[in-house]
Structures are given as structure tokens and as C-alpha cells.
């Protein structure tokens, strides 16, 4: 195997495991078998017993990281670079809005909602990159993952839709921030899949068959391929790319 397309010798957090279906435990599970060194987090206590099973399998550390509170993003980096010795990428895989507002209309949403939305689901990148960044010394990249109602108003897709453009954008500054430290910067934008993010959507199933009736390849992207595009981006392989959001969606984004 070319080494540019290998993990062998990378070492990575990756952040947002919340059980056997979400984004971030696939991209734990294809790093860990592509020769990545890996640490992991799940939101809080009542998480673990869905995440311990799966990270004690792949052979890796869990620790719990709620990032509304304050200090537990900054322990979890320190935690991970004292095991890892320092770190060659970083995987965002966080999303959440209180119900009340993602359920309602836009125009509806509280202040204090909107502003949880937008700390937990993007700020909470730049907070992990500012940790991050100081202990990448040779580089590395840092992966969110965003979706399609950050460029297009998609149904009952509600707060999220305006929290995800604002996670784009910041991608894109990042990108510009950190690239004199040869740290490259990236959003995924997967297709809908049944993670237990999503199904805090209303009409979450409804979403799933339009994007199926909707997408050249007329079915859902499954966790292993999003996986797959985010193991690429922090391989050498992409050392030429940042700044970027890229999908994997079966095309759902691009057709009429």
C-alpha cells in the first residue's frame, strides 16, 4: 500500500461518539484499522455504557467531554496528547439543539437556544482547533462535519440549517488561520443517515426517502463511506487540499 494512503504512525482525537451508528464512532473504527493511534469522547456519563463496548473493542481510550462545560474540552485535549504524545488530526462530530427551538420555525427560535446551537454544534470547533493546533508541530488536519441544509433550506431542518453555514464558513477562516502551520481544514457534508443526532429531526424519514428518490445513485451513503472520505482527508494523500466542504451524499446536493 502507497504510505500516502495509510494511518500508520497518525495519531488523532475524534469527538462525538454516541453509539455503534454515529459519524464519529465509524470514523474511529476505519482510522484504528488503517494503523491510526486514536483517542475518543462521548458527551456525558449516560453515553458510556452505549460507546465503552465499541471503544473497548477497537482497543482505545474514552473519555467523556461536554462541551457546555466549562474546562472539559480542554482536559480531554490535555488527556489525549499526554497519551498520544502530540496529535496529526482532529474529527468534530458534534451537533445538538434543544428541541424546542430545532422542532419550531426559525423566526420562532429562543436567543438562548440559538446561541446553545450555534456554541455546541460550531464554536465548539474553533475552541477545539485553538486547543489542538499548539500540538500538531508537523502539521495535520482538522475535520467537522456539516450538512446539505447549510446551503439549502431543507425542511423541518429548522436552526441547524443556519448553525451549519456558520460551521462552513468557519471551516473556510480556519483553513486561512492555520495554514502557515501546514494544518489543513475541512468540512464533511454527508448524506442523512440515521445517527442519533438525526433523530431529533422531525420527519426524519421523510428526509431519508426524498434524499433516496433525489440522488443520481437513488439510495442513502452509508456510515463506512463517510468514514472513508474523512480516513483520505487525514491521510497524506490530501496534503494539497483544505478550506474545503466536501460531500458524500450519492450526489443528493448537486441534482435538481
Same mark, same amino acid.
Given at each position: 500500500?502507497?504510505? #500516502?494512503? &495509510?494511518?500508520?504512525?497518525?495519531?488523532?482525537?475524534?469527538?462525538?461518539?454516541?453509539?455503534?451508528?454515529?459519524?464519529?464512532?465509524?470514523?474511529?473504527?476505519?482510522?484504528?484499522? &488503517?494503523?491510526?493511534? #486514536?483517542?475518543? /469522547?462521548?458527551?456525558?456519563?449516560?453515553?458510556?455504557?452505549?460507546?465503552?463496548?465499541?471503544?473497548?473493542? *477497537?482497543?482505545?481510550?474514552? %473519555?467523556?467531554?461536554?462541551?457546555?462545560?466549562?474546562? &472539559?474540552?480542554?482536559?480531554?485535549?490535555?488527556?489525549?496528547? =499526554?497519551?498520544?504524545?502530540?496529535?496529526?488530526?482532529?474529527?468534530?462530530?458534534?451537533?445538538?439543539?434543544?428541541?424546542?427551538?430545532?422542532?419550531?420555525?426559525?423566526?420562532?427560535?429562543?436567543?438562548?437556544?440559538?446561541?446553545?446551537? +450555534?456554541? #455546541?454544534?460550531?464554536?465548539?470547533?474553533?475552541?477545539?482547533?485553538?486547543?489542538?493546533?499548539?500540538?500538531?508541530?508537523?502539521?495535520?488536519? +482538522?475535520?467537522?462535519?456539516?450538512?446539505?441544509?447549510?446551503?439549502? =433550506?431543507?425542511?423541518?431542518?429548522?436552526?441547524?440549517?443556519?448553525?451549519?453555514?456558520?460551521?462552513?464558513?468557519?471551516?473556510?477562516?480556519?483553513?486561512?488561520?492555520?495554514?502557515?502551520?501546514? !494544518?489543513?481544514?475541512?468540512?464533511?457534508?454527508?448524506?442523512?443517515?440515521?445517527?442519533?443526532? =438525526?433523530?431529533? !429531526? /422531525?420527519?426524519?424519514?421523510? *428526509? +431519508?426517502?426524498?434524499?433516496?428518490?433525489?440522488?443520481?445513485?437513488?439510495?442513502?451513503?452509508?456510515?463506512?463511506? !463517510?468514514?472513508?472520505?474523512?480516513?483520505?482527508?487525514?491521510?497524506?494523500?490530501?496534503?494539497?487540499?483544505?478550506? &474545503?466542504?466536501?460531500?458524500?451524499?450519492?450526489?443528493? %446536493?448537486?441534482?435538481?
Amino acid at each position: 500500500m502507497n504510505p #500516502v494512503f &495509510q494511518l500508520s504512525g497518525k495519531r488523532g482525537l475524534i469527538v462525538g461518539l454516541a453509539n455503534d451508528l454515529s459519524i464519529a464512532y465509524g470514523c474511529a473504527r476505519m482510522a484504528v484499522q &488503517q494503523g491510526a493511534s #486514536v483517542v475518543t /469522547s462521548c458527551a456525558n456519563e449516560k453515553a458510556l455504557k452505549y460507546v465503552q463496548p465499541l471503544t473497548d473493542e *477497537l482497543g482505545v481510550t474514552l %473519555h467523556t467531554c461536554n462541551v457546555e462545560e466549562e474546562g &472539559q474540552l480542554e482536559a480531554l485535549v490535555e488527556k489525549a496528547v =499526554a497519551e498520544l504524545g502530540g496529535l496529526d488530526f482532529v474529527v468534530h462530530s458534534i451537533a445538538w439543539a434543544p428541541l424546542a427551538d430545532l422542532h419550531g420555525k426559525t423566526i420562532n427560535s429562543s436567543s438562548d437556544g440559538f446561541a446553545r446551537a +450555534m456554541d #455546541v454544534s460550531c464554536h465548539s470547533f474553533a475552541r477545539l482547533a485553538k486547543l489542538a493546533a499548539p500540538h500538531m508541530n508537523q502539521g495535520g488536519t +482538522m475535520v467537522t462535519m456539516s450538512y446539505l441544509g447549510a446551503s439549502e =433550506a431543507v425542511p423541518n431542518y429548522g436552526i441547524m440549517g443556519p448553525v451549519k453555514a456558520a460551521l462552513e464558513s468557519l471551516v473556510r477562516y480556519m483553513a486561512l488561520e492555520l495554514g502557515e502551520k501546514n !494544518i489543513r481544514v475541512h468540512a464533511i457534508s454527508p448524506g442523512p443517515i440515521l445517527t442519533r443526532a =438525526a433523530s431529533g !429531526i /422531525s420527519q426524519f424519514d421523510e *428526509l +431519508m426517502q426524498h434524499a433516496i428518490d433525489k440522488s443520481p445513485l437513488h439510495r442513502l451513503v452509508t456510515l463506512d463511506e !463517510i468514514a472513508a472520505l474523512n480516513t483520505f482527508l487525514i491521510t497524506d494523500a490530501a496534503s494539497g487540499m483544505t478550506g &474545503q466542504t466536501l460531500y458524500v451524499d450519492a450526489g443528493c %446536493h448537486m441534482a435538481a
